[in-house]
């Protein structure tokens, strides 16, 4: 797949709108299309890695935390970080992958279940 396949990578370069609701050098986080909480994030490397079974090497690796790391603060942000949010990160098809640019999904502003379906 090359980045202009690739939807995350359209919005990354403007090609889709989507409004960056955060950015620095390494991420950007839009909001979900189709919101599953009250507050439902994506938070997406600007680089295009389709997976979290595609990692490849330590500087990817680092990129994963820094994902999480921005989802935290995110959380912090929106106000729900005290009453507790979900971090999530689906992997290719049982992990109901559907757009395969890696991205964290922060989910927040209501009580979660578990298991998830
Ligand atoms: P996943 O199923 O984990 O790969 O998550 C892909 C997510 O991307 C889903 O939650 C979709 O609702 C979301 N999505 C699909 N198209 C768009 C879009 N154009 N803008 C924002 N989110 C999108
Ligand atoms: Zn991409």
């Avoid at 359209?10 to 507050?39: H, M, N, W, Y």
């Avoid at 890695?49 to 935290?72: M, N, P, T, Y």
């Avoid at 290719?92 to 379906?117: E, K, S």
Wanted: aromatic share 6%.
């Amino acid at each position: 797949m090359t980045t202009n396949d690739c939807l995350f990578c359209r919005i990354r370069d403007g090609q889709i709108p989507s409004p960056k609701l955060f950015e620095d050098d390494v991420c950007f986080a839009i909001a979900d299309i189709a919101p599953q909480a009250p507050t439902h994030l994506l938070i997406l490397p600007k680089q295009h890695i389709a997976s979290l079974d595609a990692l490849k090497g330590d500087e990817e690796v680092q990129i994963v935390g820094h994902l999480l790391a921005v989802a935290a603060r995110l959380a912090r942000a929106h106000g729900f970080a005290d009453n507790g949010y979900r971090a999530v990160i689906n992997c290719n098809t049982h992990g109901g992958q559907t757009v395969f640019h890696l991205h964290v999904h922060l989910l927040g502003g209501r009580q979660m279940g578990w298991p998830p379906g």
